[in-house]
């Protein structure tokens, strides 16, 4: 009962405001009748027992205030009441203080105990009053003889007091019921937010957690009510600055970024914000931003990765321009070159010939490699088994790692790629020498091809070279892939051997990565693409047949002096009549107005008006059956053009030899003669 009373009254009062209404109460009574007894004494000599008992019953309540507040409540109305009545009841008077006394009672226990107990106790006291006076010998000791005024003004001040506290206390449930109907669903809307909430006191003490700040923290309410927020915290060290942030300031707008540290050992990102509640506690609201801050590496990540495609490809672009420039003026050294040989016969001077082909073909393996970079080199591709490959080249590759190196091949079968044979030989040998270089020491070179399954389904082939070499540190191995960066001292290479790996990889469809740290050596894994195909033949060299001599009539367009002049004076001179032309219009131009017959296009690609195959298929609308040879220095996509391209017999990859051009002209013409005299079939 008095737990249901006690009950009650907190949840008018609050705990702590009724134990202090309790405490306040039980005081002024203790020291009220502490006074009268005192009063009684000085005055009289003496005090009624039941006055000395009363005051004693409050004081032993002021002492019970603070432990049992309900309890302390009801020996202080019990008493007080009980000392009214006695004084009515036994000594057979009606003090006028009962006036007072009794509403204030009435009241009281309305407040503390609810409208029931406030009704019992008004009838019990104007029953007891009633009872006394009625059964009072003398009506005359109430005051000036008029007791039944005194009782009706005793009974309306009771149930009047009575009424009015039924009233007040029915109009502060409504109140109080709204109250918690709207606390209810605070609460519930807390409860189920998504953000975490904690609310903390003023000695920094988590109070209050929703579910959502408990699972985002990891922790149980046990684990993390009554604890500092330092302590809830502590995992990440962060726990020392955010209180202080959080007495700093009442509230914060701005949310605050946090990183934390899950017992579990999972770093989360949170935004935080604050605010301040009643009672000089705050609230707490916890964001989990974790995914956005990973998709926001992520961006970062990608942009970075972007701005280094964009500067590798502007570098590409600037490299393909070079090389394009370079391979035309090789193309006029080595054609000079072959028409000095054929006319002077000195042996000095031919030695003098000799040096400059040899550096002519220095310059062709340099712009090669440029042209490996910026993915514009001519590609031959073919589907064959990369195992198989490596294992043909395990005697080079060694010759090329050197004594001290021991290369060591770990290879899978039936590793097929479609990609440029000559292409990936040439990457594994820029990566085997690297590998040299960063091993002057020596040590094993271990090269392995197997395949690989993606978690998407995709099937690759991986072929990785690993050494145990000095290693590169992090800003080494951003670059490592860039042209013209090298680690070797001045003159000891070109920083185009990574880089055209890069570009060949690329070029094939796969992607290239590189792992390395101090000291610990370094690995460079190149992707390809799985070829389901079956592998393909390897083509047959076609057999090679002397130039012929016939004077047939060759329209060659070349946009750059120097290679015009070289190839139509070699041209000349094996005996053939060319019409040369500046560009891809000057040629169009000339074959509209030939009123003989063409038996070849020799023709650059890339020229200004009129591209190489535009050209080609302006031409073969007068003659059909014409056949072309392109010229480039580096693979175009217009070429993807034109159709029943071969590239290794109809195209010429500057720079090239006067054999090699005369060998392409002479197959295009016997083909040519082949496809005429062939019989032609009945429609």
Not at 106 to 118: E, F
Not at 236 to 250: C, E, S, T, W
Not at 262 to 289: C, K, N
Not at 333 to 349: F, I, K, N, P, Y
Request: aromatic residues 6%; contains cysteine; hydrophobic residues 45%.
């Amino acid at each position: 009962m008095i737990g249901e009373l006690s009950f009650a009254a907190e949840r008018r009062f609050g705990s702590t405001d009724y134990r202090r209404w309790v405490v306040g109460g039980s005081l002024v009574a203790a020291i009220g009748y502490t006074t009268a007894t005192i009063t009684g004494f000085l005055a009289f000599g003496a005090s009624p027992a039941p006055q000395i008992a009363t005051a004693l019953a409050c004081w032993i309540a002021l002492a019970l205030a603070t432990v049992r507040p309900s309890v302390a409540a009801l020996v202080v109305l019990v008493s007080i009441w009980g000392e009214v009545n006695y004084s009515i009841a036994v000594a057979t008077e009606f003090p006028p203080i009962g006036l007072v006394v009794g509403p204030v009672l009435i009241a009281g226990a309305g407040l503390l105990m609810g409208t029931r107990p406030s009704l019992l106790l008004a009838i019990t006291s104007v029953g007891v009053a009633i009872a006394a006076a009625l059964a009072a010998p003398g009506a005359a000791h109430y005051p000036r003889g008029r007791l039944a005024y005194w009782l009706v003004l005793y009974f309306l001040c009771t149930i009047g007091t009575w009424a009015v506290v039924a009233l007040g206390l029915a109009s502060l449930e409504r109140v109080l019921a709204a109250v918690r109907a709207k606390e209810t669903e605070l609460a519930d809307t807390i409860c189920f937010a998504p953000d975490g909430i904690l609310v903390v006191g003023p000695d920094d003490r988590v109070i209050a957690a929703n579910p959502a700040a408990l699972a985002l923290l990891e922790c149980g309410e046990q684990q993390c009510l009554g604890r500092t927020l330092a302590e809830v915290l502590a995992n990440d060290g962060i726990a020392a600055d955010l209180p202080a942030a959080i007495r700093q300031a009442d509230s914060i707008e701005a949310p605050i970024a946090l990183s934390l540290r899950r017992p579990s050992g999972e770093r989360i990102y949170a935004e935080v914000t604050w605010r301040r509640m009643h009672g000089d506690r705050r609230q707490l609201s916890f964001r989990d931003v974790t995914e956005r801050v990973h998709a926001e590496d992520i961006r970062r990540r990608m942009e970075d990765e972007l701005a280094h495609a964009r500067r590798l490809e502007a570098i590409g672009q600037l490299a393909g321009g070079i090389a394009h420039d370079f391979n035309n003026l090789l193309t006029a050294v080595a054609g000079s070159a072959d028409l000095l040989r054929d006319t002077l016969g000195h042996e000095a001077r031919a030695g003098l010939l000799d040096e400059i082909v040899a550096a002519q073909e220095r310059g062709s393996a340099l712009t090669k490699q440029l042209l490996s970079f910026a993915r514009r080199d001519i590609v031959q591709a073919r589907v064959f088994d990369l195992s198989a490959q490596i294992d043909a080249m395990q005697r080079l590759l060694q010759r090329i790692a050197g004594e001290r190196v021991q290369v060591i091949c770990d290879l899978e079968a039936e590793c097929r790629v479609r990609a440029d044979v000559g292409q990936i030989e040439q990457a594994l040998v820029n990566i085997v020498t690297n590998a040299r270089d960063a091993m002057p020491d020596g040590g094993p070179c271990t090269v392995r091809c197997r395949r690989s399954t993606t978690a998407d389904g995709g099937r690759w082939i991986e072929l990785s070279v690993a050494d145990h070499g000095v290693g590169m540190d992090e800003d080494t191995r951003a670059h490592a892939f860039e042209p013209f960066f090298t680690t070797k001292p001045r003159g000891r290479g070109t920083g185009l051997g990574l880089a055209s790996v890069h570009g060949i990889v690329m070029q094939s469809g796969g992607r290239a990565r590189l792992e390395s740290n101090l000291p610990s050596g370094t690995v460079v894994t190149l992707e390809f693409p799985f070829a389901d195909a079956p592998v393909d033949a390897v083509p047959a060299a076609e057999a090679v047949s002397e130039p012929g001599t016939s004077p047939a009539t060759i329209l060659v367009a070349e946009d750059d002096d120097g290679t015009l002049g070289v190839v139509v004076r070699i041209l000349q001179r094996a005996g053939y009549r060319v019409l040369l032309a500046p560009d891809g219009v000057a040629a169009l131009r000339t074959a509209e107005n030939l009123d003989a017959d063409l038996d070849l296009l020799l023709t650059d690609v890339m020229m200004p008006g009129l591209s190489g195959p535009q050209l080609a298929r302006r031409v073969a609308e007068r003659w059909p059956a014409l056949p072309v040879v392109f010229m480039s220095g580096y693979a175009e996509d217009a070429l993807g053009e034109v159709p029943g391209l071969v590239l290794e017999r109809d195209f010429l990859a500057k720079p090239f030899s006067s054999a090699l051009l005369l060998q392409r002209v002479d197959d295009a013409l016997q083909r040519r003669r082949r496809e005429a005299s062939a019989p032609r079939r009945a429609p």
